[in-house]
């Protein structure tokens, strides 16, 4: 697929290096500049998910003991689960004061908010979905995500950047033709992207049995080049 598809045709010998934005080459025919795209399409394999314990409490002390021991229990489900050490992260700790607010009163003190929340990589995308249900079963009553994506892109992204440059020798030989002309040489190639896109949010629902179950759909991967040609 080629998308945003730009052609710069330049007649003439040179071009002045104030206007060049790729390495220059002496050229003796006329220049093309190509600006192409490769996308390829995968099922993701990967799946983040953020889930959290939140406790409340009198004490600033009872509400991270309760948080702690509940963090506990979620981080044993996990590991039963199968999930390893690596892919479990904690990504936040929070400890706050809550009050009460009443019109020209002063704000009373009525407890403490303790926060506890891990990053998780599941691998098995299909049986994530009953780790998060046993993950809120054992305490967990915060979950945000779940994010998609690859967890090797290269060579998905190696696929994409080959199907870049020939849209770009593509369009290069029917300009060519079209100038009574042939492609001689590449110039340059310039990458102008490459890196995966931001993942994409998965959708999280309820079958019929009750247990959450996340569809993972495609991801689009894709990398654009500006290739320079020189025909003759």
């Known amino acids: 697929m080629i998308r945003n598809m730009m052609i710069v045709v330049l007649l003439g010998l040179a071009v002045p290096a104030a206007a060049q934005t790729a390495p220059s ?20 394999d990967i799946v983040r998910i953020s889930a959290g314990v939140v406790t409340q409490a009198p004490s600033a002390t009872e509400a ?3 948080n702690a021991e509940r963090m506990a229990r979620v981080r044993a489900a996990l590991r039963r689960a ?4 690596r892919d479990i992260q904690t990504s ?3 400890l706050q004061p809550d009050y009460r607010y009443a019109e020209n009163q ?13 990053n998780v ?12 249900d046993a993950l809120v079963a054992e305490g967990a009553n915060q979950i945000n995500g779940p994010m998609l994506g690859l967890d090797r892109p290269e060579a998905a992204l190696d696929e994409a950047r080959t199907q870049a440059l020939a849209n770009a020798r593509a369009r290069a ?32 629902m ?27």
Not at 82 to 85: L, N, P
Request: hydrophobic share 40%; proline share 7%; aromatic share 4%.
């Open 25 to 44: 080459q002496a050229v003796t025919g006329t220049r093309l500049d190509v600006a192409a795209t490769g996308e390829v399409t995968r099922v993701p």
């Open 121 to 132: 990589r599941f691998r098995d995308i299909a049986n994530s979905g009953r780790i998060l």
């Open 92 to 94: 936040s700790l929070s």
């Open 64 to 66: 991270l003991r309760q």
């Open 173 to 204: 030989e029917l300009y060519a033709r079209a100038l009574g002309m042939r492609v001689k040489r590449i110039l340059f190639i310039s990458e102008t992207g490459g890196a995966p896109p931001p993942m994409p949010m998965a959708r999280m």
């Open 106 to 118: 002063p704000p009373q003190l009525t407890g403490y908010r303790a926060g506890n929340e891990v």
């Open 206 to 232: 309820a079958a019929q049995d009750s247990a959450t179950q996340i569809a993972p759909g495609e991801q689009t991967l894709s990398v654009s080049l500006t290739v320079g040609f020189e025909l003759e």
């Open 82 to 85: 199968g999930i390893a050490d």
